[in-house]
């Protein structure tokens, strides 16, 4: 509580609120171009928080990973197209409303319920938060290694039916988060005689390169397609009030409520993220409703599900990013970066050593998802003109912008070639099928593992059995074996499921 | 066509890890141990990616066709775009940011087939609006290059 205090009387300057109204304002324009996504968003606009304080920074950060996963439903509404993955679902219903005349209230429910869900999880934060990375900070080094090892098994099972593709993309990010001196006695590792690696890989430019970079090289061979849009959207004062009012309070509460745990509970979970939780939020409002026949023709509830599931999802992402050190998702793992970029180590006790900015963070979050009721209502008519521009040209501008707040961080051009070659690796890792995602987390979490590693076997005298020998350790390795083996365990319960409808 | 991509990736890491293996050869044990620890899972898991691979090619299986980023045909625009990047990084010390943007954008608008009425007012755009967050709003200096210096 003592940091969302703190967090409180910082929060309330002229610059954290004008970076609150600005992230959310760029949030749902990145999440209203199809194809670009919240973490493009975010990889993109990353070095430029490097010249604002730490805190106003991160508030912008979080506030453009809010609006992006609103922003993505407006075109899912009036185009037929989601913005981004995690409005997928959004399609379905969303479409059908505006196709119905009824583009306003499918608007001002998709905006409600992803203000209150985005709130009620950033609450949720608020309060575990600090909790878990209290506790989490009492733990030793080899339990931080051993929840490292996790974080990257967890994710490595993004790659879907591939999993060992993505444990060695997360071994690939491990070792590039070897380059450098090491901790131990300052030997420069894999440097080659290149001085600006002493420090070792700079993050910034590589995880720009990886997210934002590597989604504009597929982007730049996509024909840009011709959108469906719809007539004009009016809104009248009294129906967006009532519409408001409807999924706040009135009728759709318990949508709401539900869909926010649903999508709250998938967020937490490291690997699965909003295009999960959209559609997992849509299929058990379906199941729950009185009358699951009317979903799918353009009911403000299938739009209520999806887009309060995939906005909780991103406070409750960020949970295990910033307590623990492991970050969720993609977007997750750049405001880590971020964290880590203004000086502070995120993880255990992050919250005991800087209150003031992760309190002003906090406090950002809830600012930001109540910003995206206001803004997202304004910002509709031109976030749909956006999204129609060429992508070939937004790829143009994002090139210049990516590569001039890379070279502004460290006044270096090393740095924007170390961006286009690791913009080249993400590409080529996507082509063979391994996400991107998982060599990020890797790079994130490198040092963290390295540090906790050498520091728990100088503890021991080099013996490897304080890996092993602790509660809590016994604990975490019963939960790597299980993750190790769930991608297995789940083909083989897919098999039998297809084997016995192939049967009946 | 997904074997091929297997394949392409497994050739790629395996080239990694033997180079970084091999110039971490002379390394003190400590400070080698960690790397080479990554390197060993490395190499297992490849080891049993392989075995995989030939296992499902024992299996009869129907090729699907896989939608991939781009076919051969678009993905000259992939090299246009980083030759581009390339460009802008060697063209910032010479001509400065301001020039350099706008040059770069003329030149990646072009190639594209954007439209010259669209394409000119996005590349004087892009510089202006960025000088102006960056010089004036977080007063971040930006490199003004050689032809800069001699014109400003």
């Not at chain 1, 299980?482 to 009946?504: C, D, G, I, Y």
Request: net charge neutral.
């Amino acid at each position: 509580m003592d940091t969302l205090a703190v967090g409180l009387s910082h929060f309330f300057t002229f610059y954290n609120l004008l970076a609150a109204f600005i992230g959310c304002l760029l949030g749902i324009i990145f999440g209203a171009l199809p194809a670009f996504t919240a973490s493009m968003g975010v990889a993109t606009l990353l070095p430029f928080t490097y010249g604002l304080p730490p805190d106003t920074g991160l508030v912008l950060l979080a506030s453009i990973y809010v609006g992006a996963m609103y922003g993505g439903s407006i075109p899912a509404i009036l185009m037929h197209t989601p913005g981004t993955p995690g409005a997928a679902a959004t399609v379905i219903d969303g479409y059908a409303m505006a196709k119905k005349g009824q583009a306003d209230t499918a608007i001002v429910v998709s905006a409600t319920s992803s203000a209150v869900a985005s709130f009620l999880a950033s609450i949720f934060v608020c309060i575990t938060g600090p909790i878990l990375s209290f506790y989490a900070a009492r733990i030793s080094p080899a339990e931080i290694f051993l929840v490292a090892m996790l974080g990257i098994i967890v994710l490595g099972n993004l790659a879907g039916s591939d999993p060992i593709k993505g444990f060695i993309g997360g071994i690939i990010g491990l070792l590039l988060g070897t380059v450098g001196a090491d901790f131990v006695m300052g030997y420069n590792r894999f440097t080659f005689g290149l001085y600006q690696l002493y420090e070792g890989i700079p993050l910034v430019p590589a995880l720009v390169g990886l997210l934002a970079l590597s989604e504009c090289f597929t982007l730049v061979q996509q024909e840009s397609g011709q959108l469906v849009a719809t007539g004009e959207v009016k809104f009248s004062f009294r129906k967006v009030l009532r519409d408001l009012w409807d999924t706040i309070f009135g009728k759709y509460w318990k949508d709401t409520l539900l869909s926010t745990v649903i999508g709250g509970v998938i967020g937490f979970i490291p690997g699965e993220g909003a295009s999960v939780a959209n559609f997992v939020a849509y299929d058990q409002a379906k199941r729950l409703s009185r009358h699951p026949e009317r979903f799918g023709t353009g009911i403000p509830e299938g739009v209520i599900a999806c887009e309060a599931a995939n906005n909780s999802v991103v406070p409750m992402a960020l949970l295990p990013a910033l307590a623990l050190g492991i970050p969720g998702s993609s977007t997750a793992a750049l405001i880590l970066s971020g964290v880590m970029m203004h000086g502070l180590r995120p993880g255990p006790g992050v919250f005991e050593r800087s209150p003031e900015v992760m309190g002003t963070f906090l406090i950002g979050l809830l600012a930001a998802s109540l910003l995206i009721m206001v803004i997202g209502l304004i910002i509709v008519r031109p976030a749909c003109q956006v999204a129609k521009i060429d992508s070939s040209l937004l790829a143009g501008v994002i090139l210049m912008l990516a590569s001039v707040g890379v070279f502004a961080v460290r006044y270096s051009l090393f740095d924007v070639g170390i961006m286009l070659a690791f913009g080249l690796l993400g590409y080529g890792l996507k082509y063979c099928g391994c996400p991107p995602v998982t060599a990020v987390v890797g790079l994130v979490l490198g040092p963290i593992a390295e540090r906790s590693f050498t520091t728990a076997l100088s503890i021991s005298g080099g013996s490897a059995a304080i890996f092993f020998f602790r509660p809590v350790a016994a604990v975490l390795w019963v939960v790597i074996i299980f993750s190790l083996f769930l991608p297995w365990l789940r083909s083989r319960r897919q098999k039998s499921m297809r084997e016995n409808t192939e049967a009946l | 066509m997904k074997d091929w991509k297997d394949w392409a990736f497994l050739t790629g890491f395996l080239a990694f890890a033997l180079f970084l293996t091999i110039s971490s050869w002379d390394y003190p044990f400590i400070v080698a141990i960690y790397p080479r620890l990554l390197l060993i899972c490395g190499f297992v898991l490849s080891g049993l990616k392989i075995a995989f691979i030939f296992k499902n090619k024992s299996e009869v299986k129907v090729e699907v066709a896989e939608a991939g980023p781009g076919g051969s045909e678009n993905r000259k625009y992939m090299w246009i775009y980083l030759a581009c990047g390339i460009l802008y990084m060697l063209l910032m010390p010479v001509l400065g940011f301001i020039l350099s943007t706008f040059v770069t954008m003329i030149v990646l608008l072009g190639l594209f087939r954007i439209e010259f009425k669209t394409a000119l007012p996005v590349a004087v755009g892009t510089p202006l609006i960025l000088y102006v967050i960056f010089v004036i709003a977080l007063e971040i200096p930006l490199p003004k290059g050689i032809v800069e210096n001699l014109l400003f």
